[in-house]
């Protein structure tokens, strides 16, 4: 069928075009005699609106717009992990290739590459039945990742053929099958899916395990469960960026999706060379091996940055059905939420707040019900854990793109400039933040490090708590008038903070445990208890405070994840010295205070 | 496709003009209006709308006719023209010469807007450049392929500090680098200050100017920055140099486009800026970096006045948001007598992380920043206290630190606009001043490092 429309005006990345009678919402186009991709987002009688993922320069009127047949669309199949995309999903290996180092234009639709070879090994045989979700064969993509070649959503039949065990193009048709009325469906090994489709599951299951995070503030104080949403919202220089790429270090998820939605180019070619030369704890292979990134940096055209999101989400969900934990870091939503504004400006939409076109929160909730754990059509058990930073102007919370964001999400990982500014690193703030998630996976914490985490973590953000009205006197009055009850509150909750909350980006205390994350929380409100007794015995809290041993309290976090016995040697040291302390002032009298 | 030349004009409001009956017209196409008072005014094509072309002149509409003009669309994007004879010359915002020394002879065209850079084809940066001043050395180190700009405010010193950066700069030895400055809505004593002491740097080449000055067009500013990038661009990564780029105001750069936006009748977002600021002002900054299989580097200097000091407003913010980092100048610094007046702890540079330390600066440089900055944001606690209760009631702690903060920013921070600092010079000195405090507070600081770095108290 030939369908082709004609360009009436261009302004920006909207063109209005003429003929899209038969065009369907949403569908794909090929737009001008360079063949620059769009999609269709409005219809009208015979005329359409439509938005580019390429740039517009040099577009006139009258040059031809011809219908794909399918909306936006990903390409799964092996050879996405480890791979770089752009937001619709082509990969920039292949363009650099192509066009060199400053991205081109043009030439139409083109994704993954069927070229590479792969080794398959079936997982059916002839005359096997197979329902949607069932597995078909396997393709060892990298050592950290088995690839699971499923039958997709809505098929089932009887296979007549299936690729035999060997290496294969990408391009080679998987299998073929009868299905229920007789007719024989050919099934390529590489697939398709269309990125604003949720892809379909049998159930959705409540959370119930963390994903750890090896970070201290997060799996300590805010956890975040597999299949779980989290926003982290900061104004710039806060280190969101530095945060979600954290995550993506070292969550212990199978896969990990990264978007980076509008942001710095330097930035995804930091995760392009770090990644490669960093290994995941767990399997000890290179973290890039587990990792998909997709690229729309800010200066590339707004509409693909829209699109970014759901080709990452997309992608997310494929590996999600073959039962995998998929992480998801979506840096940042609030350029998304502003390419939607830059568009629904351009068709002259009537704005809600400040310029947001109405539907953003309803957008908003779209995509982070995308996340969560559940049941694949296969019977399998997967999630996708979404994590979305948000830019939020001037660092104000109250914008919409925060306040909407927080309605949909569960965990909240607020950064703070006055950390931030200290070089209090995560600049996470213990005051504004929150998880959701925190009583449903202590029982995971309790069970699998030790049974007294929910105890300690609690007493240690009591003491938090309380030492934020201690700080609020000290302001006031400075600390020397405070009894030594409140003072000492003021020096443990100094010790939290640079020797737990603390965490460097870089070097061995990046990842941290949880073993450790629990080592230096226990050994803090040991600490705590023990120097609380000996004050309450009239003991000055100055000959507690100055002492070598409690010095060591702030470098807890310098410990070896592995060499957990060393917590052990320091508790013993603390130990002898405050009953030393104990012993010489109850002897020696009363105080010369 | 054909030069049609179309006459008269159908309607003019205010930077824009409306041509109907025009075909085979592209978007952001190059225009040429010639008014009946002869002079060529140029253009680009912001909107085609069928058989209509909205053209936004960069001259300005002032005396035009609608009915004697002639207007004539190019066929091409709006260009520059590019050879090794750029250096050392000067040009108004849209590439044509503006020193009286004729066109650039030899050279090819090439599109101000310039083409992203694929993620893939980026090198991450990671070259220290020496500035000789302790504080951007130390606290927020600029690297080569950086994009760091300078927030400041009316009245505050950041010419001279640009100028001292640009002077002092060892982004590498020898002749390759290269200066391009880049003057947008800019007084034309600012102008005459910076070409005047750029080109007394006495390093590398000439540099190239672009000039926009206050008294020109308005529309203008909206070019200068992309024909000067274009011609930063083929200077890095054609040629080989090691570029800096000046840029400055980009404030002006800002409300030339709100005013553009505004004429357009487009929806406002913040402030009546438009909402695609952020994306406009990352076509500019991103084209800063360095290639991974070309010599050369593209660093730029952004240098932006806060309206009103306030550094939340959108053209700072925006910035922020884009840039890798950002150099904060104080107004209560400057009163003070500091100079540079950086804001320490709103300054950052996000890139020295992974250039700094050992095998690029020297190995304590990383937990030193840590500390300083710790130490220092503890300063500022510590004075909002003693505000309060007054400084008497202070600990000896807490007194130590005010005498470090004093000391830190009249020794540490000041430095004259002439003085050079070797790196390791400024990390001396910022163990020397933390000495001052009680060795319990440097807890950022590893234990060996602080054995073998800090000086003894004797010897203070």
Partial sequence: MNRIGRILSVNGPVVRATGLSSFAMREMVEVGELRLLGEVIRLDGNEGVLQLFEETQGLRPGEPVKGLGEPLSVTLGPGLVGAILDGIG????????????????????????????????????????VTEGSLLATVKETPLLEHRLLLPPGMEGEILEILPQGHHDGSAVLARLRDGFGRERVL????????????????????????????????GYFPIARGG????????????????????????????????????????????????????????????????????????????????????????????????????????????AEALREISGRLEEIPAEEGFPAYLPSRLAEFYERAGRVTTLGGEQGSVTLIGAVSPPGGDFTEPVTRHTKRFIRCFWALERELASARHYPAISWTASYSEYAAEVRPWFESHVDPRWGEVQTELRRILAEDEHVQQVIQLVGEDVLPDEQRLIALVASIIKTGFLQQGAFGPDSYCPPAKTFAIMELIVHFYRRAQALVAKGVPLRLVRETQEVASLYRLREIDGEKLEEFEEIRRRLESRLERIGAERLAGGRDRR | MSLAEYRGLQAVDGPLVFVDGVRGVGYDEAVEIVGPDGRPRRGRVVLIEEDRAVVQVFAGTAALVPDGSRVRFLGRHLEMALSPSILGRTFDGLGEPRDGCGAVLGGFQSDINGRPINPMARAYPRDFIHTGLSVIDTLMTLIRGQKLPIFSSNGLPHNRLAVQIA??????????????????????????????ALRDAGKGQPPVVFLNLASDPVIERLAAPRTALTAAEYLAFDLGYHVLVVMTDMTNYCEALRELAVARGEVPSRKGYPGYLYSDLASLYERAGVLRDRPGSLTQLPILTMPNDDITHPIPDLTGFITEGQIVLSREQDAQGAYPPVDIPASLSRLMKDSIGKGYTRDDHPDLAGQLFASYSRVQEIRALAGVVGEDELGATEKSYLRFGDAFERRFLSQGDQEDREIGVSLDLAWELLAILPRTELNRLPSELVRKHLPSKATK
Avoid at chain 1, 98 to 127: C, H, I, S, Y
Avoid at chain 1, 198 to 211: G, N, Y
């Fill in chain 1, 90 to 129: 082509r990969p920039l290996g292949a363009l650099l290739e192509k066009t060199g180092a400053f991205m081109d234009r043009g030439g139409g639709l083109q994704q993954l590459e069927g070229d590479r070879n792969w080794e398959v090994f079936p997982q059916v045989r002839k005359g096997e039945i």
């Fill in chain 1, 188 to 219: 390529p090994l590489i697939q398709r899916w269309p990125v604003r489709t949720p892809r379909p599951v049998r159930q959705r299951l409540l959370p119930e395990e963390p994903l750890l995070t090896g970070q201290r503030v997060i799996d």
């Fill in chain 1, 229 to 336: 949403v989290a926003a982290i919202p900061g104004g710039f220089g806060t280190g969101k960026t530095v945060t979600q790429h954290q995550l993506a270090k070292w969550s212990d998820a199978k896969l990990v999706v990264y978007i980076g939605c509008g942001e710095r180019g330097n930035e995804m070619t930091q995760v392009l060379e770090e990644f490669p030369a960093l290994v995941d704890p767990a399997t000890g292979h290179p973290l890039m091996e587990r990792t998909i990134l997709i690229a729309n940096t800010s200066n590339m055209p707004v509409a693909a940055r829209e699109a970014s999101i759901y080709t990452g989400l997309t992608i997310a969900e494929y590996f999600r059905d073959m039962g995998y934990d998929v992480a998801l870091m979506a840096d940042s939503t609030s350029r998304w």
């Fill in chain 2, 167 to 196: 002077s002092q700069s060892r982004i590498t030895s020898g002749d390759n680098f290269a200066v391009v400055f880049v003057g947008i809505g800019i007084r034309n004593d600012d102008a005459a200050y910076f070409i005047e």
